[in-house]
């Protein structure tokens, strides 16, 4: 069973840094694609970054160099380093894993089968 538990997010002003974690079970951790997504109220889910297996990362186009993916096999866990945070930032934050010898894409939400409850992450102006 495939188990995701985000946390680290809170309550952060603006221009201000948060780091989140998720950690993953019952998955084979080193042979899987992760990512974070967010979701803010009545929108959709929006890809943040990914990193591959082999440690290629990838980030959505609003990210700018503010924020740094990263993966911890030893310890089956992603994080998210969040710098210069915005109001706009303001969403539930979910981590994925996909299996890296599925193919296909990894930007958009149908491209996962699991998901976890998510983190929320505030920022104030």
């Known amino acids: 069973q495939v188990q995701l538990v985000e946390s680290g997010g809170g309550l952060v002003e603006a221009g201000g840094s948060l780091t989140l974690s998720c950690v993953a079970s019952g998955v084979d951790f080193v042979n899987y694609n992760m990512g974070w997504f967010r979701q803010a109220p009545g929108l959709e889910r929006e890809f943040v970054a990914g990193i591959q297996w082999h440690s290629q990362r990838y980030y959505g186009n609003f990210v700018n160099d503010r924020f740094t993916i990263d993966r911890d096999n030893a310890k089956n866990t992603v994080t998210l380093q969040m710098n210069n945070l915005k109001v706009e930032d303001s969403a539930v934050f979910l981590c994925?894993?996909?299996?890296?010898?599925?193919?296909?894409?990894?930007?958009?939400?149908?491209?996962?089968?699991?998901w976890g409850h998510g983190t929320q992450v505030t920022v104030s102006s």
């Open positions: 994925v894993p996909k299996e890296r010898s599925r193919g296909g894409g990894f930007r958009t939400a149908d491209e996962y089968d699991y």
